[in-house]
């Protein structure tokens, strides 16, 4: 009898042993359970990028302007909007380099109502085998200048339509309605790395694992163009994947001009590192 008691309480412990062990291996996840957050992170970045490239090709000044880019300006016609064409290959015929040397290639093209930030001004973004890394990116964005807001700021409505980014391991569609409020740097138009923004609102994409997923500001983003590469320094975005309906929150750090990144899921946090 105690032989048998013996192994019977052994066989408990063995079995809940393992059980602890195996409750440790479902709480580690496998790359693809952070595939949504990576790839939301990616577009986010690079339709940011094409954001601050047209401002800086809109504010017409040489002092932000690359010789390897070639701006060309077409306001003669009565019946269409005045239209910039930014061309990354016209100078060189292989790309410029942009934030910290992402190669840019294909062209850029903006159609704009009015001078940038007066108020109802608009301005449609469209793109021509733009490329960056040679991946490349696809869709219609839309900024829309809407004043001063309750804190005096200037602020836009910022519309991507239908974005996708076609990369090595498959494509990013991407989509996002926000609000970009001008908090610093609007008196020195022309001096760009003292510009600072804040933005909230939503995006929803898929990923190139084919599953859907949304993302909403939990936590303003400021973006600051003192930043080389990376120039959302702080916020918090909740993301959900549609497919089984997990949320994730993803914190954006603490002020540091990097493009690290920590995504919580199930109380833990995973370090990533946003890039193109």
């Known amino acids: 009898m105690k032989m048998k008691k013996y192994f019977s309480i052994m ?6 042993l393992f059980s ?66 930014i061309d990354f290959d016209q100078s060189t015929g292989i790309g ?25 001004s608009t301005a449609y973004i469209s ?18 200048c809407m004043g001063a807001n309750e804190n005096e700021n200037t602020y836009f409505n910022v519309e991507v339509t239908n974005g996708s980014i076609t990369t090595s391991n498959g494509i990013i569609n991407w989509e996002s309605n926000r609000t970009k409020e001008w908090i610093s740097g609007r008196s020195t138009k022309f001096e760009r790395t003292d510009d600072m923004y804040n933005i909230t609102g939503s995006s929803s994409g898929n990923s190139v694992n084919g599953n859907n997923f949304s993302v909403t500001i939990l936590e303003k ?17 909740k993301i959900t994947i549609n497919n089984d309906n997990i949320s994730k929150e993803i914190n954006y750090g603490y002020n ?21």
Do not use: W
């Open 11 to 16: 066989n408990v412990f063995i079995f809940l």
């Open 20 to 85: 602890c062990e195996n409750d440790k291996i479902l709480e580690i996840p496998n790359t693809e359970n952070l595939q949504e957050a990576h790839d939301h992170l990616k577009a986010e970045q690079i339709f940011n990028h094409i954001n601050i490239l047209v401002e800086n090709a809109m504010l017409d000044n040489d002092q932000h302007k690359r010789s390897c880019v070639r701006y060309s300006y077409d306001t003669s016609s009565v019946d269409l909007l005045p239209i910039i064409i």
């Open 96 to 120: 410029c380099p942009f934030f910290e040397n992402k190669i840019m290639t294909g062209k850029i093209i903006v159609s704009y109502s009015d001078i940038y930030a007066e108020e109802s």
């Open 127 to 144: 793109f021509e085998n733009f490329k960056i890394n040679n991946e490349l990116v696809q869709g219609n964005v839309k900024i829309t």
């Open 221 to 237: 983003l400021n973006v600051s163009l003192n930043c080389s590469s990376c120039t959302i320094t702080t916020g918090k975005s």
């Open 256 to 276: 540091a001009c990097d493009c690290d990144a920590t995504i919580k899921l199930n109380d833990i946090d995973y370090s990533v590192v946003i890039n193109n």
